[in-house]
């Protein structure tokens, strides 16, 4: 059975960063587009990051380009999202998802149950 787990997440101030890990059992993350999503209190879940199932692609929303770095090691089946320069407004659940595909659309094979982010200001 295949499990997707979400860590890192936490209490920090603005601007300072974290780094979320993911990781898969019995996923080969070379078959599957991976992506980090966000869900804060009354607002619809968004997609932050998304990089391809070749990983050679990556891709962010606007308000996280320049400071979310997305990444992963096939070889510990691992996603990552570092986060730079976090301010309040990105705080949320974060959940990593993953897509039996080249890239990552609206409905994932796979949820993970979310790492908490909160970032003070």
């Known amino acids: 059975q295949v499990q997707v787990v979400e860590s890192g997440g936490g209490l920090v101030q603005a601007g300072e960063s974290l780094r979320l890990s993911c990781t898969a059992s019995?996923?080969?993350?070379?078959?599957?587009?991976m992506g980090w999503f966000r869900q804060a209190p009354g607002q619809e879940r968004e997609g932050v990051s998304c990089?391809?199932?070749?990983?050679?692609?990556?891709d962010y929303v606007n308000s996280v380009k320049g400071r979310f770095t997305i990444s992963q090691d096939n070889a510990k089946n691992t996603l990552y999202l570092q986060m730079n320069s976090l301010k309040p407004e990105d705080t949320a659940m974060y959940y990593c998802?993953?897509?039996?595909?080249?890239?990552?659309?609206?409905?994932?094979?796979?949820w993970g149950q979310g790492t908490q982010v909160t970032v003070s200001s």
């Open positions: 998802a993953a897509f039996q595909r080249s890239w990552c659309g609206s409905w994932p094979n796979y």
């Open positions: 019995k996923l080969i993350f070379r078959s599957y587009a």
């Open positions: 990089i391809s199932s070749s990983g050679r692609s990556t």
